[in-house]
């Protein structure tokens, strides 16, 4: 991408000016969103019915307004958006991105003309499109929003979508898992800016760590391939397909107006290129959370400690069936444990079940320092139980509790800072889900990954090795 290209992404998530037009009650939020998270260029309202709203003077048209305007959101009904386009044409608006549906995603002949001709209109001039059909943009560094409760808080993450509906779940889930966001982006029918026009710049954005995208078709298939495999080059990159099946082909047509294709063929090119494959949003925010937190695993081999026998052996099925390793320690390194947390009812081969050392705090750290130190070791999954806390207001006192959790906080610091190898979390809502969310969002405040099962953190542990080696294979092309 060129300095030109990559200025004009600059100013169209960092604008200093936007309208609105057609903005009335049912459309609300598109104006209340810049509001809320603190907007500071200019904003106008554009709408010929009206004298005022949100006391915003009303404009009849965009030539009206005084200045120059960098981007636009259209909300009129689908047969008035060539002559609002002609008008931001003429203005020189930069980017108008349409809210409005009843394009090609009918599925009618009337509906694709419609987007023909806003193309047609664009092209003779300099604004861009973005939609329609979709929801717009969303920074947080900017105070571009299109929803008034999106978090004010910029993270390292960026997300291009299709659909509207689903970029907001994706905002929500990751502010409740404690992720933070660059730049996301709804994109819906793209008959002009497309999802590729997005990962070249997402892939030379500095504020940018981690680029995700959900992906229902696409109108050029090569060139959204050879943009993916640029940018894995420079970051992490993680796609979820929709429409891999032909049921759900069936729906993507609907949504989108887009061609989905064939799911194993998505697959196995996302392998090729280093993609990130995933299929739902638990794995998307999973993804996230371990790969922002942890150093890059040197190797497959990992250390379960659980506080269970039954659920570490389960656990190590499943990691070994996903490709992982669960190696035994050494024999120096158990006997070394066993000096540390009584004997009767452990296991110190690996996994780790330990159910003693929870129980003396200030062991817990020491066990698994001196576990995943051992060379074979190359990650930690720890399991901690969210009935410790009522535990300890009947039995122990909550200063116990209070001790166990820095333990399990000190022993994070040293594997991860010390050792440079992950360290994972996993806190499943066995006995109270206030509990659970309670630790969740204590340790992920203290830059700890937590997901909500060891199988979850085992899959995107998986993902950062997979990532890892796919780089050490192509660090020469």
């Known amino acids: 991408m060129d300095r030109e290209e990559f200025d004009y992404f600059e100013r169209l998530f960092h604008p200093e000016s936007i309208a ?8 609300l939020f598109y104006l209340q969103g810049p509001l809320v998270a603190g907007f500071k260029g200019r904003i106008y309202v554009v709408n010929p019915n009206r004298e005022s709203i949100l006391n915003f003077k009303c404009y009849k048209s965009v030539l009206d307004i005084p200045g120059d305007i960098d981007f636009v959101t259209v909300t009129v009904p689908a047969k008035y958006t060539p002559d609002v386009m002609r008008e931001c044409v003429e203005k020189g608006v930069k980017t108008v991105h349409f809210f409005t549906s009843g394009f090609s995603e009918t599925g009618t002949e009337e509906g694709k003309k419609l987007e023909r001709e806003l193309l047609k209109i664009a092209r003779k001039g300099v604004t861009r499109i973005i939609g329609p059909n979709c929801m717009g943009i969303y920074c947080p560094e900017s105070g571009l ?10 993270g390292p993450v960026a997300f291009i979508a299709q659909s509207g509906a689903l970029t907001e779940q994706v905002i929500y889930t990751g502010r409740l898992r404690g992720v933070g966001f660059s730049k996301v982006v709804s994109y819906g029918n793209a008959i002009d800016l497309d999802n590729p026009d997005f990962l070249e710049y997402l892939s030379e954005d500095p504020k940018t760590r981690i680029i995700s995208t959900y992906i229902e078709g696409t109108k050029n298939g090569r060139r959204l391939f050879e943009t993916l495999r640029e940018a894995v080059k420079k970051k992490p990159v993680i796609v979820w397909k929709g429409g891999q099946t032909e ?13 989905a294709g064939s799911g194993n063929i998505w697959r196995a090119a996302l392998k090729q290129i280093g993609a990130i494959d995933i299929r739902d949003l638990e ?10 937190k942890n150093p890059p695993p040197r190797g497959r081999r990992g250390l379960i400690v659980s506080f269970s026998g039954g659920e570490s052996v389960t656990e190590t099925d499943k990691a070994v069936e996903m490709g992982l390793e669960i190696p035994l320690l050494s024999r120096e390194t158990r006997e070394k444990i066993e000096r540390m947390v009584p004997a009767a ?30 060379d074979n070791i190359d990650y930690v999954i720890f399991e901690m139980l969210d009935r410790f ?8 006192g909550y200063q116990w509790y209070i001790n166990l959790r820095k333990s399990v906080k ?21 006995f109270s889900e206030h509990e659970a969310i309670f630790l969740r969002k204590f340790y992920s405040a203290r830059g700890i990954s937590v997901v909500p099962t060891m199988t979850r953190a085992s899959k995107a542990i998986k993902r950062m090795i997979e990532y890892r080696e796919f780089l050490e294979r192509h660090g020469e092309d």
Do not use: Q, W
């Not at 609105?20 to 459309?27: A, Q, T, Y």
């Not at 806390?389 to 122990?396: G, V």
């Not at 000190?410 to 066995?430: H, Q, R, S, T």
């Open 410 to 430: 000190e022993a994070a610091d040293y594997i991860k800072n010390e050792l440079g190898k992950p360290f994972v979390m996993a806190i499943l809502p066995a």
């Open 145 to 154: 929003s299109f929803l008034p409760g999106f978090p004010r808080r910029p």
């Open 283 to 292: 794995d998307l925010v999973d993804t996230y959370v371990v790969f922002l």
């Open 247 to 259: 049921r759900g082909a069936v729906a993507v047509s609907s949504h989108t107006g887009s061609l």
């Open 345 to 374: 009812g452990i296991s110190t081969r690996n996994p780790l079940d330990i159910p003693s050392a929870f129980f003396r705090f200030a062991n817990i750290a020491e066990v698994i320092k001196v576990a995943a130190s051992e």
């Open 20 to 27: 609105f037009i057609g903005i009335n009650e049912g459309s």
């Open 389 to 396: 806390r009522s535990f300890a207001k009947r039995f122990r």
